[in-house]
């Protein structure tokens, strides 16, 4: 079975500039996660989807990130503007429903803000 | 929200015991997890343990859970080098909306 796909895996970018990243979770996982771990801590949930629709997005900071799934498999997080402190590795997990346990975690991108 | 504190080094020596330990303030929380993360890559779910329950085994890992003093551990049984990384403790309720902590990073000396 195929993993959770994410790329880019290395992303380096000014601040102020726009950044894109892409999630392929595993086949048949309705819910995704994405996550911000910044250096030295755990991951920190951003959003939280099932399906198509938003369960949880109150840790995303809304005036400059934004995320979607449209088709209810694959995710795009965007930053736009980013700022120095958004430097972080960007994780996402899909998981088969919302009732189930485990949680599988892509690779990762690690975002350089300079 | 909830708080999930760790300590953030440990080492010990190929064979030893690893005991790494993790609080947590929601006692609302009904699943406490470990992760195990690698160099460059995602975190990896070793075992996790229900709030009713005290105890879980798994081959060489052992979660205690003390409920009502909201602390969480996890024992690695003869440690090997394979066992170096950083280890994740995390709490959610219902399987969902996860806190992690920020990680002990285990170094295993042979």
């Known amino acids: 079975e195929a993993g959770v796909a994410q790329s880019p895996r290395y992303k380096i970018i000014e601040k102020r500039q726009s950044v894109a990243f892409w999630c392929n979770p595993i086949?048949?996982?309705?819910?995704l996660y994405w996550y911000q771990q910044i250096l030295g801590q755990g991951p920190k949930l951003l959003i939280q989807f099932q399906n198509n629709g938003v369960v949880d997005d109150s840790q995303l900071p809304k005036d400059r990130f934004s995320a979607e799934r449209l088709k209810g498999v694959d995710s795009t997080l965007k930053i736009q503007p980013a700022k120095l402190e958004d430097s972080a590795v960007y994780l996402c997990a899909s998981k088969q429903g919302v009732s189930t346990d485990t949680q599988y975690f892509g690779p990762g991108t690690r975002l350089t803000v300079l | 929200g909830e708080d999930v504190e760790q300590s953030l080094f440990l080492s010990v020596r190929e064979g030893d015991s690893s005991v790494i330990n993790c609080t947590y303030t929601?006692?609302?929380?009904?699943?406490l997890y470990w992760y195990k993360q690698e160099p460059g890559a995602g975190l990896q779910l070793l075992t996790y343990i229900f709030s009713n329950m005290d105890m879980k085994q798994d081959q060489r890992l052992t979660v205690l859970l003390n409920k009502k003093d909201k602390h969480l551990s996890l024992r690695i049984a003869d440690t090997q080098t394979g066992d170096s990384a950083i280890y994740f403790c995390?709490?959610?309720?219902?399987?969902?909306?996860?806190?992690f902590g920020s990680g002990t990073k285990l170094n295993v000396k042979p």
């Open positions: 995390a709490a959610s309720y219902n399987f969902n909306k996860f806190y």
């Open positions: 086949s048949g996982h309705a819910t």
């Open positions: 929601d006692s609302s929380s009904t699943y």
